[in-house]
Nanobody, 119 residues
Framework: QVQLVESGGRLVQAGGSLRLSCAAS????????MGWFRQVPGKEREFVAD????????SYLGSVKGRFTISVDNAKKTVYLQMNSLKPEDTAVYYC????????????WGQGTQVTVSS
């Protein structure tokens, strides 16, 4: 059983930076994928980025490419989302998620952390 806990969300001004963390517990395997998603009220949850637990195979939502970077620290069992040049439209609850392979669905989810970008 994988458990995920996000942290790092807060209020930040447009143009600023923020780093979100996702601490994982339970057995993790190199073929697992770790993802970040976000959701605003009234809209569907949106994929932001993902990466293999072993590192590599990163992918990003087009609108965040070049501004956000996903990374993983296996020793700390933590996944990060570095967000730079933040925009008001990045405001959302950000969720960390895990799936066991590239073609599976994200089965494990954290509770979310609020990111608010003021203009």
């Amino acid at each position: 059983q994988v458990q995920l806990v996000e942290s790092g969300g807060r209020l930040v001004q447009a143009g600023g930076s923020l780093r979100l963390s996702c601490a994982a517990s339970g057995r993790m395997f190199s073929h697992y994928y770790m993802g970040w998603f976000r959701q605003v009220p009234g809209k569907e949850r949106e994929f932001v980025a993902d990466i293999m637990w072993s590192g590599g195979s990163e992918s990003y939502l087009g609108s965040v490419k070049g501004r956000f970077t996903i990374s993983v620290d296996n020793a700390k069992k933590t996944v990060y989302l570095q967000m730079n040049s933040l925009k008001p439209e990045d405001t959302a609850v950000y969720y960390c998620a895990c799936k066991i392979d590239a073609v599976g669905v994200y089965a494990y989810w954290g509770q979310g952390t609020q990111v608010t970008v003021s203009s």
